[in-house]
């Protein structure tokens, strides 16, 4: 029978909600459990696929193609059961389907209300996400609720998980508050009053927590636990500090040493072997131990809100502990790049340009992949980076002088990127622009697999087969491929079944390291394994360094 530790957050939100629910759930599976995370998001949207990368940060793309909220990258970096497209769901989503229901005459007639039907279908939605009842199960599946208590939005949430442990039965299910208590400085004093009043909040609402996660920029003395323990009905032991640390691989040592999952294990009455936490140990150590540094140029247009590149950046410190180097990333907006300054970038050991929607930019992003190529500087393209490679490489190499993206050029005589739709026709006659597509529905989105060309850089990193997740609408045009190849550039894998183009680069002796991908790496990189693109990356990238300024690489 799967047991649930739901997770609240109170007084303010950003304070790490999921990295703690990610830590609690990484403690437990080291404890031979099999766990699971669920992310409720108690928004509109029905999914996060069509918010601002600015207001919302990074999309996360499952293998099973959802798009979703960020914490489920944090999810599959802590934890190994890998996230579905159950595992989150929105505000939107829950109507969505009630009112669907509703229209079908599902509900015979009744009045539909928030509560029992919208409570009822949040309690459905959950069990989905733990596979609840089925051989698939997990035995903990850790639940975390998106916003804050007293928000008028996340009601609903909170009334329907009541239910739902109340459903359950005795010790099936756990609650975990994670609060705030901030320092003030004029009065030297940690205060604890807006978490007496946010579990007050929550137990008005017939919640009582059985631990609090306390967010402080410090240990929280014992005598304000005490406080806070009287003062809330949890027991002292269950009133846990969780400070600022240095890297986010620090809270599951955190939490356990100050017996979070051991008091959960008691609470669901979990008999399990204890927690074995060396993985983590020696994943801090290597982050604290670096042998060197790496400079690398990362040249996008969501760069004032490094949510935006969570995975991406991420994957880049993986590959760093693996290369036992520490990766230094200067964010450079591609707006303000141009011919006229580009060499700014000469400093750097490697270049990056991630994914991307719109035209904003993109000139400057095409800039960045002509200096890398020109320059022989290492250069990574991701998804909208392989696209201005390729633009970039027909316009100054194959003599495409107008060469483009149909995405930032509708009209444009060469359109060496555009929607399948547009290039179909083997005379590589042009059709119209699918203007009547559903935002979010023409997406190539999840888990795709292509075939790898032998010899290739490409075939040295993944070998025969790539299967990497995707999230995008245009493809390089199969109609400029034999252009493209006849003037140098390598096609260095296709999908399996469309033939669709998934890498491209440059050859090996033209140029150290130029590749660019359709798909998104970024979202399958561990800290454990790293992930053998942003491996070969960095590595690239110190190769680059010994090369052009040995004093530091050999320091
Ligand atoms: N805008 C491009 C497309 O839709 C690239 C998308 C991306 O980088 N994720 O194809």
């Given at each position: 029978m799967t047991k649930f530790v739901f997770v609240t957050g109170g007084v303010v939100s950003s304070l790490g909600k999921g990295i703690a629910s990610a830590s609690l759930a990484a403690i437990l599976e080291s404890r031979g459990l099999k766990v699971t995370l669920i992310k409720l998001d108690p928004y509109l949207n029905v999914d996060p696929g069509t918010m601002s990368p600015f207001q919302h940060g990074e999309v996360f793309v499952t293998n099973d193609g959802a798009e979703t909220d960020l914490d489920l990258g944090h999810y599959e970096r802590f934890i190994e059961t890998r996230m579905k497209k159950a595992n989150n769901f929105t505000t939107g989503q829950i109507?969505?389907?009630?009112?669907?229901?509703?229209?079908?005459?599902?509900y015979l007639g009744k009045t539909v209300q928030v509560i029992p039907h919208v409570t009822n279908e949040i309690q459905d939605f959950i069990k989905r996400g733990a596979d609840f009842g089925t051989p698939e199960a997990v035995d903990v599946a850790i639940v975390e609720i998106g916003g804050t208590v007293g928000d008028i939005e996340s009601l609903p949430f909170l009334e329907a998980v009541r239910q739902l442990s109340l459903r359950l039965g005795p010790n099936q299910a756990a609650f975990v508050h994670l609060t705030y208590v901030p320092w003030i400085a004029a009065a030297g004093e940690l205060k604890t009053k807006p978490t007496q009043h946010t579990v007050q909040k929550l137990r008005e609402i017939g919640i009582q927590p059985d631990a609090l996660l306390c967010r402080a920029d410090r240990y929280i003395p014992d005598d304000e636990r005490e406080k806070i323990s009287l003062f809330t009905n949890v027991a002292q032991w269950g009133v846990i500090s969780m400070p600022d640390v240095d890297t986010i691989y620090k809270v599951p040592r955190v939490l356990h040493e100050q017996g979070l999952d051991g008091l959960i294990c008691d609470k669901l009455r979990l008999n399990t072997p204890p927690a074995n936490l060396k993985r983590w140990d020696d994943l801090v150590f290597e982050t604290e131990h670096p042998k060197g540094d790496v400079a690398i140029a990362m040249v996008g247009k969501y760069v004032e809100l490094s949510d935006s590149y969570k995975s991406l950046n991420e994957a880049l410190r993986h590959a760093g502990m693996k290369n036992h180097v520490h990766v230094n990333i200067s964010y450079i907006d591609s707006e303000t790049l141009s011919p006229d300054n580009v060499a700014q970038l000469a400093k750097f050991d490697a270049i990056l340009v991630p994914g991307g929607f719109g035209v904003r930019g993109v000139e400057g992003k095409i800039c960045a992949a002509r200096f890398a190529r020109e320059n022989k500087i290492p250069y990574l393209g991701i998804c909208l980076g392989m696209q201005v490679a390729t633009i970039e490489f027909a316009r100054h190499v194959a003599g495409l002088k107008d060469a483009n993206s149909t995405e930032f050029a509708p009209d444009c005589p060469n359109p060496v990127i555009a929607l399948i739709t547009e290039w179909k026709d083997a005379d590589g006659s042009i059709k119209l622009r699918n203007e009547d597509s559903d935002l979010g529905g023409t997406m190539r989105l999840g888990a795709q697999s292509s075939d790898v060309v032998k010899g290739t850089l490409a075939h040295k990193i993944y070998g025969n087969v790539v299967t990497e997740r995707h999230r995008h609408r245009f493809e390089a045009n199969v109609n400029y491929l034999e252009t493209l190849r006849q003037a140098g550039l390598v096609i260095s894998a296709l999908t399996q079944r469309e033939h669709l183009t998934e890498i491209v680069e440059?050859?090996?002796?033209?140029?150290?390291?130029?590749?660019?991908?359709?798909?998104?790496?970024?979202?399958?990189?561990?800290?454990w394994a790293g992930h053998p693109l942003f491996n070969a990356f960095i590595r690239a990238a110190l190769d680059q360094q010994i090369a052009t300024t040995p004093e530091k690489a050999l320091a």
């Open positions: 109507y969505k389907s009630v009112l669907e229901k509703e229209r079908r005459g599902d440059l050859p090996q002796d033209v140029h150290p390291w130029f590749i660019g991908v359709q798909f998104h790496p970024e979202f399958k990189s561990t800290p």
